[in-house]
């Protein structure tokens, strides 16, 4: 039997059901698999004094400290994210607080691998409490994570460092390798871990009809994705002036909409826009499958999973050239890379509106990614370490 402790800040909850949802397919794939047991700590960061207007902070307080997700055994402990120091502090109070968590956990039923499936802060405090028990370290990088906690100041040397010690490392992606290289970790010890898809909830349906459920006619284009800066919102906004006919249906919150529904007002689309907030994942296939076009314009991405669910959809991408956009668009019928501008994504869009590709040509894109797949190597990259580390506990 192989015993995985799954250690990750991104996971999702009671009140973020699609926050890392992504890690939690991940975590049900390979607790499926034979001779695999997993237990999951997702631990939630909190600052450690009350703020003003911090009612999501209650709410993530409030949450349960153990409870069974979706078929998942879960931990939440809590740690100190102090406000106001750029993350210096968040993984040695990670670590210390995981300590007589993980203590307890061990002592009820020891574990065989530290599986971190988020680089920062999971990964440092992972490689201390490795060492603790005496088990290997695995840690994933996804995006933000490296392209963020990686580069700055306060935090690069411990991404650089938890890199260095972890007994194995994955990325979602041959460019989120290439830039984990470019910070200085050592892009032959790094293992590329595509992401999966469901097949069986993201397929093609009649898309005329997907339509009508929503309330749409004609061409409909499809953004997905957090509103903040990072995922270009306001480009494939602005892309829409020269899309006459044109819906564009943004599915994703977050502190941007206000200037973003702005933008759409002055530039005269508002009416062509529909917001859709958050949608359960379950919910999200029926929008992806409705769509002509998924169009996100990402400044920096690792592999976005959106990217393969809509493609699944046989709804074909115009995306930017972000992380690994070119192990996904490999066909004409996957879709367009485009610059990161409204003209470029117009013309993308335009182009694959006119000729759309067969979905049957589209879904072929996206095959090779699966949450079997995923599980198998990741089960196999995890026995390897363990192995490797049996001389060592020995």
Request: net charge positive; charged share 20%; glycine share 8%.
């Amino acid at each position: 039997m192989l015993r995985v402790l799954t250690l990750s800040t991104l996971f999702p909850d009671a009140t973020r059901p699609t926050f890392g949802v992504f890690v939690e397919r991940q975590v049900q794939a390979l607790a499926a698999r034979d001779g695999v047991a997993v237990r999951v700590v997702a631990p939630v960061g909190l600052p450690p004094w009350p703020l003003p207007r911090a009612a999501r902070h209650r709410a993530l307080a409030a949450l349960p400290r153990h409870e069974t997700w979706h078929g998942v055994d879960v931990t939440r402990p809590r740690f100190a994210a102090i406000p106001g120091t750029a993350g210096r502090f968040h993984a040695g109070r990670l670590a210390a607080a995981l300590r007589p968590v993980l203590d307890a956990i061990w002592q009820e039923a020891p574990f065989d691998v530290i599986d971190a499936s988020f680089f920062f802060p999971d990964g440092p405090a992972a490689v201390e409490l490795g060492r603790r028990y005496g088990v290997p370290v695995s840690i994933k990088a996804r995006g933000a994570d490296v392209h963020l906690w990686g580069r700055a100041r306060a935090t690069a040397r411990q991404v650089r460092d938890a890199a260095a010690a972890a007994d194995g490392l994955l990325a979602v992606s041959a460019a989120m390798r290439d830039d984990m290289a470019a910070i200085g970790i050592d892009p032959a010890r790094v293992r590329v871990h595509h992401t999966g898809v469901d097949a069986t909830r993201f397929r093609p349906c009649d898309r005329d009809d997907a339509k009508a459920a929503l309330g749409v006619t004609g061409p409909l284009v499809v953004s997905v994705g957090a509103l903040i800066p990072r995922k270009g919102h306001d480009v494939v906004i602005a892309a829409l002036t020269q899309l006459p006919g044109v819906t564009l249906a943004i599915v994703g919150e977050g502190p941007e909409q206000a200037r973003l529904a702005s933008l759409a007002r002055r530039l005269g689309v508002a009416d062509r826009v529909r917001w859709a907030g958050r949608v359960a994942h379950d919910a999200l296939p029926g929008w992806l499958a409705a769509a002509d076009v998924m169009a996100l314009a990402s400044a920096s991405e690792g592999l976005a999973n959106a990217w393969v669910e809509a493609l699944a959809c046989g709804t074909p991408l115009v995306v930017t050239d972000a992380g690994g956009a070119r192990e996904v668009v490999t066909s004409a019928a996957a879709g367009r890379i485009a610059a990161r501008a409204p003209a470029a994504f117009a013309t993308a869009i335009g182009d694959l509106l006119a000729s759309p590709p067969a979905p049957a040509a589209v879904c072929a894109a996206a095959a090779r990614f699966s949450w079997a797949a995923n599980a198998a190597t990741l089960e196999a990259h995890l026995r390897a370490l363990v192995d490797l580390h049996q001389p060592i506990r020995g």
